[in-house]
């Protein structure tokens, strides 16, 4: 076949169904629905049957919402100003790649820094 392949056996740039997408980037369903009536930028396509499927850039947005609100802890209303350029948000999102578990710690952290911060904050816990 022609085109790159995906992890999920779907060619590069293929539409996803929004169980597919929601399984890419870890979040259910309903949350997709609820960010279509607060993003208005995220417009599926609907079939019949009111099936939604997203296009290339409709994943591309879900991503960059997801680490807008998961990663950076943006509300949803400060990510909705950062996604229409009233508020510029620090870190460009990386894509997701689901065909691998990540390998590294985030940019300038090292896993044994982690793993020692793990550890301080588990011993905090047990000592509360």
């Given at each position: 076949m022609s085109g790159t392949?995906?992890?999920?056996?779907?060619?590069?740039?293929?539409?996803?169904?929004?169980?597919?997408?929601?399984?890419?980037?870890?979040?259910?369903?309903?949350?997709?629905?609820?960010?279509?009536?607060?993003?208005?930028?995220?417009?599926?396509?609907?079939?019949?049957?009111?099936?939604?499927?997203?296009?290339?850039?409709?994943?591309?947005?879900?991503?960059?919402i997801h680490h807008l609100l998961h990663v950076q802890g943006f509300t949803v209303e400060g990510a909705r100003k950062a996604l229409t350029g009233g508020q510029q948000a620090s870190d460009p999102v990386p894509p997701l790649d689901t065909a691998s578990p990540p390998a590294a710690a985030p940019a300038g952290v090292s896993i044994q820094a982690l793993e020692s911060l793990r550890r301080r904050l588990a011993a905090a816990l047990d000592a509360a």
């Open positions: 392949r995906e992890g999920d056996g779907k060619a590069a740039g293929a539409m996803l169904a929004i169980g597919e997408l929601a399984d890419r980037i870890g979040v259910p369903t309903h949350v997709l629905r609820y960010w279509e009536t607060r993003f208005p930028q995220l417009k599926p396509l609907q079939r019949s049957g009111r099936r939604r499927y997203y296009r290339a850039d409709d994943v591309a947005l879900a991503e960059r």
